[in-house]
Every structure is written in C-alpha cells, then in structure tokens.
C-alpha cells in the first residue's frame, strides 16, 4: 500500500510533488516487482480537474508506473478527504449539492466530491481485503463513499 505524498498539497509545492511523491511510487513499484508483490494500493487524485495539475500529472505518472508492472493493483481517486485539520470544504457542501442537481455539472460534482477519513479507510481496507485477480481497478469518489470492509 502507497500512502507517500506531499503533506498539504497546493499548486505551489510542484517540485516537492517530483521530489516526495512520484520518487516514494518509483522506489514502492520497484520494491514491489523485486519482492513479488501480488497487489499494490495506490492512492492517486480524482482527474480530471481544474485545478492541482502538477499534482495530478504526478499521480497519473504513479498509475501509469504501477500498470507497466502488470502487478494487480487497485488505484483510489479520491479528491479531498475531510478529517481532523481539514474542516472548511464543509463550507462547499451546498455548492456540491447544486452542482449534482445541474445536468452540466452533475458528472464533475460527483466525481470531485468530497470524502471523509471513514470511508477513506473503508475503502482501502477493501482494497486490501478484495484484491482484483488481474489488472487495474479504479476506485473513484462515488465508490469511496460506499466502501464497505469485508470485516
């Protein structure tokens, strides 16, 4: 499992992102290929979105390094996770709910919502419990939010 990243990410930390993340996923994938790991636990970042771009081109980078192994693996994408310190995108709450209930938005407000630290451990312990028999899952937003354990 690869829960290396920068703390706190923000467009202005594009170097630490090169240096911190996408480093910690090519040291992992290697690991992982050199231990003969069976399944590896990704998470990566909800795309496309406006915003974040440096940091979302590097977590593409860390997918695209972990399905070059051909290693089964499943891959998170939440956007942003609410807990402890990471209270105020509450405030967004009525904006998220507007933006489902407009066709033109519905799509991006679904996929960029927001998820709390439960199911965020939800989901990657049934992502440890459940691993695909081969290939790539895809674990998006709307997935995470219904994550149950198998527990």
Known sequence: MHLVGTPHPNPSKAAEFEQIDLASI????????????????????????????????????GEALIAATGIS?????????????????YLLVPLYALGRLLPATREQALRLGLVTRAQMVRALAAAVETPPAAGMRIVDVPTIRQAQSGS
């Open 73 to 89: 693996a499943t891959i998170l994408r939440p956007w942003y996770v609410l807990g402890p310190g990471h209270y105020w995108p």
């Open 26 to 61: 090519r040291a992992a994938v290697r690991a992982a290929e050199s231990a003969g790991v069976a399944h590896i636990v990704y998470v990566s970042v909800a795309h496309p979105a406006p915003v974040m771009r440096a940091y979302i081109a590097v977590r593409k980078q």
